[in-house]
């Protein structure tokens, strides 16, 4: 099993649309969690972190389940520039030290 | 301000050759890292640094090798460079927070390596 393991898509949606990425993880002591996101070419940067209660930035929410070890991000309102891959990031303690561990990623494009 | 640079952003080389790729961080982060992205645009960790501990992915070849002269530079050079080591190579750097908390990573903006 994959560390971090995400739907790689495509997700083909529309402008205006919700579209809603899941990831799950393998390291129950895991303790940092984001996503990224990486445009076509350019490096990854971060879109945002995930707490444990949940957050929400703008159109983007994140919520984070301990328990059943996955991560979700939610994309309200779609928009043309939301086209890019989505990386789930987690720390991964332990046997490979405090290592951030990237997810395959989730293509996005928005269609208008 | 560049965050974390590297260069160069691209090489193109042949098989067989040495290379190496720098890269520099001005975030006075304690952790540096060398990522590899292949074709098949997955990011794999190569090795995470810091000033006390280098910590390697096991499946990275011994050809691989990070050289850090100070805090802020963590160097990636590669000897007897091969086909398959065609990738694109990101830098990346971090704040350790407490116990196994980290901040988020920056990254460079990477090299696209070819081998011929």
């Known amino acids: 099993r994959k560390e971090v393991e995400q739907d790689p898509g495509p997700f083909n949606v529309p402008e205006g649309a919700t579209v809603a990425f899941n990831c799950t993880y393998s390291n129950s002591a895991s303790q940092s969690f984001f996503w990224y996101r990486q445009d076509c070419r350019k490096e990854p940067k971060l879109l945002m972190s995930?707490?444990?209660s949940g957050n929400e930035d703008g159109r983007f929410t994140a919520q984070l389940n301990r328990a059943s070890q996955y991560i979700s991000l939610l994309i309200r309102d779609s928009k043309l520039s939301d086209s890019a891959t989505y990386l789930c990031v987690v720390n991964a303690p332990g046997n490979a030290g405090n290592m951030l561990t990237f997810g395959g990623g989730t293509r996005l494009m928005v269609k208008p | 301000d560049t965050a974390v640079s590297q260069t160069p952003k691209y090489l193109v080389t042949q098989m067989g050759n040495d290379k190496s790729i720098k890269c520099e961080q001005n975030l006075g982060h304690d952790t540096m890292y060398w990522y590899k992205q292949d074709s098949k645009k997955f990011l794999k960790i190569m090795f995470s640094?810091?000033?006390?501990?280098?910590?390697i992915n096991e499946t990275v070849p011994n050809r691989f090798s990070p050289k850090s002269p100070d805090k802020a530079h963590l160097n990636l050079h590669i000897n007897s460079l091969e086909l398959g080591d065609s990738a694109v190579y990101f830098c990346?750097?971090?704040?350790?927070?407490?116990?196994?908390?980290?901040?988020?990573?920056?990254f460079g903006q990477g090299t696209r390596l070819t081998v011929v």
């Open positions: 640094y810091n000033n006390k501990e280098l910590i």
């Open positions: 990346a750097s971090s704040q350790d927070g407490e116990g196994w908390r980290n901040t988020e990573a920056f």
């Open positions: 995930v707490y444990s």
